[in-house]
């Protein structure tokens, strides 16, 4: 064996290692999804579609028609986070940016701003290793054409941008490299942190610009929609086929106070079908479910009768925000693409998969195993973890017979004790 042939054995095994150790910890990586793929062909199809629009409307092209993000909805392991991973892969090799976001206590899908922040701090950009936000600005003058188009659409179509986004741009463009910590200072803002209106203020009317911007504070959820709009035109703007944001463990919002519960509806509703004030902005956005969440949040707790009378009630003028809300919870009940459940002819050949992965992770040959019993309750995780928990026994004990019974995880739904902010408990 040449040197060449055992530099690539050698990275081959580390690939089939590294895909072993994140199907074990159910946690899929690049390496498990390029190795399984995935057999959700509808969804795929879909999710093509809507990576072919979003590049179009990067380029500036004109466009027929609205592209809804998708929403996925499947049981406890049955293969969203890989499916996830595997669509953030194919956008990554069509040259989007690409965000992954858990629904968390840290990121609850109420505060846009906290979402914004983790898909930002989450960003990868292709064949880029370093800051997506610094990668995105290195690449904002490389395409002359895009970047005058950015400019010409700010004084048109977008000049409803927060002005202070603008404004740092023009900062940013004119005067960059030569105050390290101004350009980092303007980077930072555009990823979320804050920057003084005063000093903003102060920089324009040193450059004489001070005139030509309206800057004012503003509500910093507001902002954030902003930023999100202008941070997927500089992507555009930087050579990038638009920005895709995947957004994981939706159901927790089940946890939610009912106000809370009310708000995330409707950030729903923006994420599927884009931000009211700019519908053609280049990015797109998958969102995944439990496939029950309807039956357990939406008619359990007749939230669709419950959340708009409480977001009415919140404060005058709450209309548009109701609205949104409605619009989330119709697009739970009636647009989600359900994952399909394994064939067998699937399984058979996941199966051969993940035996050839751990043979060529552990350098053997592994017998055939029978893992769980093939019935239609089953989740594809459920296989997976016994199959391979059966191969790692009886790769330490050949003599070893092994026999797997599963049991069926339910994802409690049920909303915390807590009060909002209004004093109203769930």
């Not at 002005?163 to 990823?191: C, N, P, S, V």
């Not at 503003?218 to 202008?230: G, K, P, V």
Request: aromatic share 8%; charged share 25%.
């Amino acid at each position: 064996m040449t040197a060449i042939d055992a530099q690539k054995s050698s990275a081959a095994t580390v690939a089939a290692l590294r895909a072993l150790e994140a199907l074990r910890a159910g946690v899929p990586n690049r390496e498990s999804v390029l190795y399984l793929g995935t057999m959700q062909d509808q969804v795929v199809d879909k999710y093509l579609a809507n990576l072919e629009f979003t590049r179009r409307r990067a380029n500036w092209e004109p466009v027929e028609g609205v592209y809804d993000g998708l929403l996925l909805a499947g049981g406890f392991g049955s293969g969203k986070s890989h499916l996830l991973e595997y669509l953030a892969q194919r956008a990554l090799q069509e040259h989007f940016v690409v965000s992954s976001v858990v629904i968390s206590k840290e990121t609850p899908l109420h505060n846009i701003s906290a979402v914004y922040r983790a898909a930002i701090n989450d960003a990868r950009v292709p064949g880029r290793p370093g800051s997506a936000i610094g990668e995105i600005a290195t690449g904002l003058k490389t395409d002359p054409l895009r970047f005058a188009q950015l400019y010409r659409w700010l004084a048109t179509d977008g000049r409803f941008v927060d002005h202070r986004l603008t404004a740092t741009l023009r900062m940013f463009d004119q005067f960059g490299g030569g105050d390290e910590e101004f350009d980092d200072k303007i980077l930072q803002f555009w990823a979320g942190d804050t920057f003084a209106v005063a000093e903003i203020r102060k920089r324009l009317r040193e450059a004489g610009w001070l005139g030509e911007y309206d800057i004012r504070s503003t509500r910093e959820d507001a902002l954030c929609r902003d930023r999100l709009t202008f941070v997927s035109r500089l992507i555009a703007a930087a050579g990038y086929s638009g920005w895709v944001i995947l957004l994981d463990e939706v159901e927790l919002i089940g946890r939610y106070s009912l106000l809370q519960r009310g708000r995330s509806y409707a950030e729903i509703a923006q994420w599927l079908r884009g931000q009211d004030r700019d519908l053609n902005a280049p990015w797109t956005a998958v969102l995944a479910t439990v496939d029950d969440f309807e039956a357990e949040v939406l008619i359990a707790r007749n939230d669709l009768e419950k959340i708009p009378t409480r977001l009415s009630s919140v404060a005058q003028g709450a209309e548009q925000l109701v609205d949104s809300a409605k619009r989330g919870m119709e697009l739970l009940r009636e647009h989600s693409m359900h994952l399909e459940p394994p064939t067998s002819d699937e399984l058979d050949t996941t199966y051969r998969a993940i035996k050839s992965i751990h043979g060529e992770a552990l350098d053997w040959a592994p017998p055939d195993v029978h893992g769980i019993e093939r019935l239609p309750s089953n989740r594809m995780r459920q296989y997976v973890r016994s199959w391979i928990n059966e191969w790692d026994m009886v790769y330490l004990d050949p003599s070893y017979s092994p026999v797997t019974i599963s049991t069926d995880v339910k994802v409690d739904l049920s909303a915390e004790t807590q009060v909002d902010a209004e004093g109203y408990q769930p």
